[in-house]
């Protein structure tokens, strides 16, 4: 069994590249021991999105500790800590909290045992599955870092603890609760994620759109119930409905350009209750992701389009139309990372880590709502880098075998989390560096 808190291995791996003459990479490696027994508590004591109490605490307390400027409560459970540094850039480091109702079978040891009853009162494990435990301790590392080298950078760094990233509601909140307007408002914007696609102490960036928008719609399929045995006195909404999901297929093969990125996912189909009954509603949950926002808009056009279209053609009368409702409180905008500045960005790092270690990587459909931080002004500079988490031997094995690796969000992703802290931690704090330079 492979032990999840090994220190030892991020020392080696985040020493700087030798054209580096800096001494950032040791300071992480002397910081290293005390981030990884944080860490530990991170992954021991996840918790749910909106419920991020603890964690928020421990990030503001450490921050306070530091000598940043702390509010508390910023959207929900968020946390704003500001460090005044003389004249100079604003630059926005970004970590979220929350965990995911997972019950953790990693096996490992510390591994989390949290059980809570979520608000819509489903008894679940609570687990980083998703490694935000990785990034809430890298900002530790990056707070500490800063508040230790003040003199190498001038400008004012705004570092945020980002609650229920995992229901696409955080950022937002944040922004609505003045996070732009009760603190300085950055220039630049700066995040990391985890990733189980490669190696750990990699480092994945991509120019350009990087994630998708994610829009969650739910359809509610009306129709006249009756006995099974009796068809033709009913308007069945489970064949309506299927012909629904049928239709709904070409929306992206048949609507949207083979060059353009889009996924209409039907998740969820609940309909009847028993063998011989002709339920008189059925209810569908969708998942719809794109990139632009002229996709998402046609996308949601045509479900909503599709599913009358397909009522009209079985008879469904007009007060009986299928309610098509898109959960705009959960929409996650897509994350683009501004080009220019993502390719002046990749190269520094190929200086410091090597161009073995940093490498492009291609954009993906899953949903991350930092892209909101940059979106709400087009004159931010804005960029999230990937860092590997799989361990190495792990990575060669299952690429040998043909096997897939566990993924984020899945109840075994156990993140090789001493290497991501180590490579995270100095490459967020060697950009924010670059970003402010001293005179």
Same mark, same amino acid.
């Given at each position: ?61 450490? /921050?306070?500790?530091? %000598?940043?400027? $702390? &509010? #508390?409560?910023? @959207?929900?459970? =968020?946390?704003?800590? *500001? ?11 970004? /970590?979220?909290?929350? %965990?995911?109702? $997972? &019950? #953790?079978?990693? @096996?490992?040891? =510390?591994?989390?045992? *949290? ?15 998703? %490694? ?308």
């Amino acid at each position: 069994m492979r032990i999840l808190w090994a220190g030892a291995a991020a020392l080696a791996l985040s020493v700087p590249a030798a054209a580096q003459s800096d001494t950032l990479g040791a300071e992480v490696g002397k910081q290293m021991p005390s981030l990884m027994e944080i860490y530990k508590d991170f992954h021991a004591n996840p918790e749910l999105s909106f419920m991020e109490v603890r964690s928020a605490g421990i990030l503001a307390a450490e /921050a306070r500790r530091l %000598g940043f400027q $702390v &509010t #508390e409560k910023v @959207g929900g459970t =968020g946390v704003v800590a *500001v460090m005044k540094n003389g004249p100079g850039p604003v630059v926005l480091v970004r /970590a979220d909290m929350d %965990g995911l109702p $997972v &019950t #953790e079978q990693t @096996g490992l040891a =510390g591994a989390s045992k *949290v059980r809570v009853t979520t608000k819509e009162g489903v008894e679940t494990g609570v687990m980083h599955a998703c %490694g935000h435990d990785t990034h809430m301790t890298s900002w530790i590392g990056v707070a500490r870092l800063m508040a230790a080298n003040k003199d190498k950078w001038s400008g004012t760094l705004v570092m945020i603890g980002q609650p229920a990233e995992e229901r696409g509601a955080g950022a937002r909140m944040m922004l609505e609760d003045g996070l732009y307007t009760r603190f300085p408002k950055p220039q630049y914007a700066l995040a990391f994620h985890d990733a189980a696609q490669f190696p750990a102490g990699m480092i994945g960036y991509t120019p350009g759109y990087a994630l998708a928008n994610v829009d969650s719609v739910d359809i509610m399929v009306k129709g006249l119930g009756g006995h099974g045995a009796y068809p033709q006195t009913t308007k069945d909404p489970i064949v309506l409905a299927s012909r629904i999901v049928g239709a709904l297929q070409t929306l992206v093969s048949r609507e949207i350009s083979p060059l353009d990125s889009a996924v209409v996912t039907v998740g969820s189909f609940h309909a009847g209750a028993k063998h011989n009954i002709i339920s008189d509603e059925a209810k569908l949950q969708l998942t719809v992701r794109s990139y632009t926002d002229e996709v998402r808009n046609h996308l949601l056009d045509g479900i909503a389009r599709i599913a009358k279209g397909e009522a009209i053609a079985a008879g469904i009368p007009e007060d009986k139309m299928p309610v098509v409702s898109v959960d705009r409180n959960e929409y996650t905008p897509a994350t683009f990372n501004t080009p220019e500045f993502t390719e002046d960005m990749a190269k520094y790092l190929k200086g410091r880590f090597g161009d073995q270690r940093v490498v492009q990587m291609p954009p993906v459909m899953g949903g991350e709502d930092f892209g909101r931080f940059g979106r709400e002004d087009k004159t931010i500079k804005s960029l999230i880098i990937w860092v590997g988490g799989v361990p190495q031997a792990e990575y060669d094995a299952a690429k040998k075998d043909g096997r897939t690796m566990p993924s984020l969000h899945s109840p075994f992703w156990a993140p090789e989390a001493d290497k991501v802290i180590a490579t995270a931690t100095e490459a967020l704090t060697a950009m924010t560096m670059k970003l402010m330079p001293k005179g």
